[in-house]
């Protein structure tokens, strides 16, 4: 079976750097994807990574460790925008994603 | 940029009515989607995998004769809440992969379903 765990609400201030972190039990493991969701839409991709090691898109960031079954997002220069749910999903079985509970974040002014 | 729709947007119904909900990719051409349900402050749930030109792969636990998936052209998957009931109550979502990228999933807007 999929197993996901994430923190399930992070608060910060506009600016500020948050990381949230993913770990996993997975088997047929192939990648760990982040996504964002805001409240009444629906998820919009942000990162996926399959190799060890950082990953930066320009204010995001996402981070694996296939040997700790780990991983985080990271924000950078914290917007009110960015206030929103951010899913990891891990990629198993070459085509099916399990999705994480979520994490809400608060971005206070 | 890769653009998936789902129609319709809201659909309210009565309970034991089935309802239709199309999933289209609109600039590239899927031959797998994905169907997810995802309560109130829930994760999503992955469904069902639609593969065009053959049977959906249900999820354990999913009704197969409950939520019928029909994948006929590249572009257009299709979920019918067959009987619907107030429990089926949820938000739908589809999702594909451009260029057969698996790993990088677009998602419709969702179908939000109310049954009353």
């Known amino acids: 079976g999929q197993s996901l765990e994430q923190p399930s609400e992070v608060t910060a201030v506009e600016g500020a750097i948050v990381q949230i972190n993913c770990t996993y039990q997975?088997?047929?493991?192939?990648?760990l994807s982040w996504y964002q969701q805001h409240d009444g839409g629906a998820p919009t991709f942000l990162s996926y990574?399959?190799?060890?090691g950082l990953e930066e898109t320009g204010r995001f960031s996402s981070f694996l460790s296939r040997s700790d079954s780990y991983g985080y997002l990271l924000l950078q220069e914290l917007q009110m925008k960015d206030s929103a749910s951010y899913f990891c999903?891990?990629?198993?079985?070459?085509?099916?994603?399990?999705f994480g509970s979520g994490t809400k974040l608060n971005v206070k002014p | 940029g890769a653009v998936v729709s789902q129609h319709p947007s809201w659909v309210i119904c009565k309970s034991g009515t089935s309802v239709k909900i199309e999933c289209r990719s609109l600039?590239?051409?899927?031959?797998?989607m994905f169907w997810y349900r995802q309560f109130p402050k829930q994760s999503l749930m992955l469904m069902a995998t639609s593969n065009e030109g053959s049977k959906a792969t249900y999820e354990q636990g999913v009704e197969k004769d409950k939520f019928l998936i029909n994948h006929a052209s590249l572009t257009l998957s299709t979920l019918t809440v067959t009987s619907a009931h107030p429990e089926d109550s949820s938000f739908y979502i589809c999702?594909?992969?451009?260029?057969?990228?698996?790993?990088?999933?677009?998602f419709g807007p969702g179908t939000r379903l109310l049954v009353l």
């Open positions: 999702s594909a992969g451009a260029s057969g990228r698996t790993e990088t999933q677009y």
């Open positions: 999903a891990v990629l198993y079985n070459f085509n099916k994603f399990y």
């Open positions: 997975t088997s047929g493991f192939y990648g």
């Open positions: 600039d590239f051409q899927a031959t797998t």
């Open positions: 990574n399959a190799l060890d």
